[in-house]
């Protein structure tokens, strides 16, 4: 069936009586859509906000390509083609059974087997990972190579669980989930709370259960299928992408102060190549509290902090115990804003969590001077917070275009795994590095395209969602 007006007049009828956004364009679209949105998947605010964002942007493709409408590829596209969601029992040290909640999100396949991280965090619900998993589709698209997105994970924490706890619970995680992906179909990867440890614990069971090795999940272990670059990726993407930002304005990293958030695998790579480039960085949290270093968090620091958070599974107030002239700040939920976002820098790269900038710290960021915010963590600032940035017409990457070099070396984790060969870390780093001027070029050239010039938040979903888009026009009604 052609999707662009070959229907017969009765069909078209019935289907503008159906689609009451059928007649609506720009803002009246956004609206009636996001109504739809609400309705149909109710509490799921995290959803709700990513679908919000990218069809605000892709109003300004709709109404300029109306074979999209047509196609109804927008309401294709925030509906998941399959979402998995399974018990997962395990026995904790003590002899309980214990019992989480498993879920993969397989969001889109038009352009490549479904890819995106597993979380593993007590806050993980369907809203979140479907969030996730759309904000992924899009993402995947912008880094030039064949994947398509899905997202996954469980309510589990692994925060104050046992090596061996852990390792149960992944090989009971996996042996539910190994029947839905593959190669060729699904391929997860880390998020929140899985590292190297829960993927090694996860391929072990895949490959046990299944009888074959083969590349099924990305940031494998350096001597079982993984890619040199994979741990560093996407922190190295996000300055990367930052670099391309400040030279847009004829300026670069060197000598800037720059706040960090988190202390996971993004934050600590986003530290180090910071460093690498003459930056200096002040400050570093967790979900208790965050440091303030004012003399800079170098090299001999940085190995401290990974120690701590890698092998130790420590918390970010030893920091302040073990360097002095720094300082801790333990969370405060009453003030109902981070006031780590309150300390005087030039650039911000949040690398924790989903809104971790509210429209306060926002606002703090400017008032202090912050003229770039290169975003590590998914979705980290609030729709209110994203509106002044842009308005404030600093230096703003979005998380789907800043961060995608993660994905961007777990896609070439999968080719290397398929040539079965591995390339060296400097060709690594060196396509890395290749593919997060591409995306920034990608965003930067849409956002001109549309009208928009600099908004890299419309140039992003708008270059990621045409391919997509332009896919699914070719596969027919899939
Ligand atoms: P890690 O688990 O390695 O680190 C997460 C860090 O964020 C920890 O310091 C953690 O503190 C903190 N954190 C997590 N949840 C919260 C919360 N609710 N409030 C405050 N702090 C919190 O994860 P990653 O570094 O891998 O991921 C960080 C972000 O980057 C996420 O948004 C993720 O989706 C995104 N991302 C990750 C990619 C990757 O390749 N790993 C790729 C692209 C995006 P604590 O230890 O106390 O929980």
Redesign the pocket.
């Known amino acids: 069936m052609s999707t662009t007006g070959t229907m017969t007049p009765s069909t078209k009828h019935d289907v503008g009586a159906m689609n009451p956004l059928k007649n609506l364009t720009g803002k009246a679209y956004v609206a009636a859509l996001m109504e739809q949105v609400k309705a149909k998947n109710p509490a799921e605010p995290e959803f709700h906000q990513a679908v919000e964002e990218v069809v605000d942007s892709l109003s300004l493709v709709l109404d300029r390509h109306p074979e999209y409408r047509a196609a109804h590829i927008i309401e294709r596209l925030i509906e998941a083609e399959r979402v998995i969601l399974f018990r997962v029992p395990w026995v904790d040290d003590n002899g309980e059974m214990q019992v989480n909640r498993g879920f993969r999100i397989e969001m889109n396949s038009a352009i490549g087997p479904y890819k995106g991280?597993l979380r593993f965090?007590p806050?993980v619900n369907l809203g979140i990972l479907k969030f996730?998993a759309f904000e992924q589709v899009l993402k995947n698209s912008l880094t030039t190579l064949p994947m398509g997105g899905g997202k996954g994970g469980t309510d589990f924490d692994p925060?104050g669980k046992s090596d061996n706890e852990v390792m149960h619970f992944c090989q009971s995680f996996m042996t539910e989930l190994f029947r839905h992906i593959g190669p060729d179909t699904d391929v997860p990867a880390?998020?929140?709370?899985v590292?190297g440890r829960e993927l090694g614990f996860l391929f072990g069971q895949y490959k046990r259960i299944r009888n074959e090795f083969t590349g099924v999940l990305t940031g494998k272990g350096r001597n079982w299928g993984g890619s040199l670059i994979r741990p560093e990726?996407?922190g190295y993407g996000c300055v990367y992408f930052a670099v391309e930002m400040l030279a847009g304005r004829g300026e670069t990293l060197k000598g800037k102060t720059c706040l960090v958030s988190?202390?996971?695998?993004?934050?600590q790579y986003t530290v180090e190549k910071i460093n690498d480039l003459g930056g200096k960085v002040v400050t570093l949290?967790?979900?208790?509290g965050f440091i303030f270093d004012p003399a800079g968090i170098d090299a001999t620091k940085l190995a401290f902090v990974m120690d701590l958070k890698n092998k130790r599974r420590g918390r970010i107030e030893e920091y302040a115990k073990k360097f002095p002239g720094s300082t801790y700040t333990p969370v405060n939920p009453a003030l109902g804003y981070n006031p780590m976002w309150d300390v005087k820098a030039e650039c911000a790269f949040p690398?924790?969590?989903?809104n971790?900038i509210n429209v306060t710290d926002a606002k703090n960021l400017l008032k202090n001077g912050c003229m770039l915010v290169s975003e590590?963590?998914?979705m980290p600032t609030t729709l209110d917070g994203v509106k002044l940035f842009l308005d404030a017409k600093i230096l703003y990457g979005p998380a789907k275009a800043a961060?995608a070099g993660?994905?961007a070396v777990s896609g070439l984790e999968m080719s290397q795994n398929s040539m079965r060969y591995s390339w060296t870390r400097e060709e690594v780093d060196a396509k890395l590095h290749q593919i997060m001027k591409s995306i920034y070029k990608a965003a930067s050239d849409a956002a001109i395209e549309y009208g928009t010039p600099g908004n890299l938040v419309n140039g992003a979903n708008i270059a990621g969602f045409i391919k997509v888009a332009d896919a699914m026009m070719d596969q027919g009604a899939v």
Do not use: P
């Open positions: 991280g965090h806050s996730l925060k880390g998020d929140i709370g590292g990726a996407t988190g202390s996971g695998n993004v934050s949290s967790d979900s208790n690398s924790a969590t989903q971790e590590g963590a998914n961060n993660g994905v």
